[in-house]
T-cell receptor, first 115, second 113 residues
Framework: DQQVKQNSPSLSVQEGRISILNCDYT??????FLWYKKYPAEGPTFLIS?????DKNEDGRFTVFLNKSAKHLSLHIVPSQPGDSAVYFC??????????????FGTGTRLTIIP | KAGVTQTPRYLIKTRGQQVTLSCSPI?????VSWYQQTPGQGLQFLFE???????NKGNFPGRFSGRQFSNSRSEMNVSTLELGDSALYLC????????????FGSGTRLTVV
């Protein structure tokens, strides 16, 4: 049962344009959402997060939008740069039975920025 | 501040053998999680350790096990290796604050032949 879904395995965007990566979830208990970026042969790097009590969080070129009623979040990158080419993972967090954080990841979207 | 260190970076094993992977978390982080990454499957959660206790476990067979030491370093063991175990194994550490995310190591690329 895939609780966090990224339905687009890949996305190509022209340099300078907006990149929009999407993510859907099914578990209403998730209360934090995060985006990670991963280059080949490296571990994922934390990008940005959003609490379920908010609908938008912005950090420089990166903005995450959360639509709780639709159980959908998206990551916007503006403007897109060649260095943004990577695999992006959406992750959702809930508190485990032991009170600590448990992350569930999506399958990732490979973003390619075309110069 | 040192990051998460995983050793070895690459490993080739024969089917049926066992393997042990090591992870040193960021100093002060008490939570260590392990993930398996394979193409098309994303990051699959294996287990999480917190203060030497396994707190959460994913849906992997009993051949996959782990432990955490008093200095928070963690090891993951896979016994009776199968070809399908070939993957990138990632370790992540966290201070436990909500929304702060995990810090990942570079991973161990395991190839089973």
């Amino acid at each position: 049962d895939q609780q966090v879904k990224q339905n687009s395995p890949s996305l190509s965007v022209q340099e300078g344009r907006i990149s929009i990566l999407n993510c859907d979830y099914t578990n209403s208990m998730f209360d934090y959402f995060l985006w990670y970026k991963k280059y080949p042969a490296e571990g994922p790097t934390f990008l940005i997060s959003i609490s379920s009590i908010k609908d938008k969080n912005e950090d420089g070129r990166f903005t995450v939008f959360l639509n709780k009623s639709a159980k959908h979040l998206s990551l916007h990158i503006v403007p897109s740069q060649p260095g943004d080419s990577a695999v992006y993972f959406c992750a959702a967090s809930n508190r485990s039975n032991f009170g600590n954080e448990k992350l569930t990841f999506g399958t990732g979207t490979r973003l390619t920025i075309i110069p | 501040k040192a990051g998460v260190t995983q050793t070895p970076r690459y490993l080739i094993k024969t089917r049926g053998q066992q393997v042990t992977l090591s992870c040193s978390p960021i100093s002060g982080h008490r939570s260590v999680s392990w993930y398996q990454q394979t193409p098309g499957q994303g990051l699959q959660f294996l287990f999480e350790y917190f203060s030497e206790t396994q707190r959460n476990k994913g849906n992997f067979p009993g051949r996959f096990s782990g432990r955490q030491f008093s200095n928070s370093r963690s090891e993951m063991n896979v016994s009776t290796l199968e070809l399908g175990d070939s993957a990138l194994y990632l370790c992540a550490s966290s201070p436990g604050d909500r929304g702060s995310g995990y810090t990942f190591g570079s991973g161990t690329r395991l190839t089973v032949v």
